[in-house]
């Protein structure tokens, strides 16, 4: 996670895929939107 990338938007990585962007006006918290990510990449699994 790079919450620090620009004002209005951050960047975090999955696996090999990098510098996903995200808005910081929806996930204001990085560590939620972390849970959030990991939650959803482990129903898509099951």
């Known amino acids: 996670?790079?919450?620090g990338?620009?004002?209005r938007?951050?960047?975090f990585t999955i696996g090999?895929?990098?510098n996903?962007?995200?808005t910081k006006s929806?996930?204001?918290e990085p560590d939620?939107?972390?849970t959030v990510v990991k939650k959803l990449?482990?129903?898509a699994s099951s």
């Open 32 to 34: 939620y939107l972390e």
């Open 26 to 28: 929806l996930f204001p």
């Open 41 to 43: 990449l482990e129903n």
């Open 20 to 22: 996903w962007l995200y």
């Open 1 to 3: 996670m790079n919450p």
């Open 16 to 18: 090999p895929r990098r």
């Open 5 to 7: 990338y620009k004002a």
């Open 9 to 11: 938007t951050g960047t």
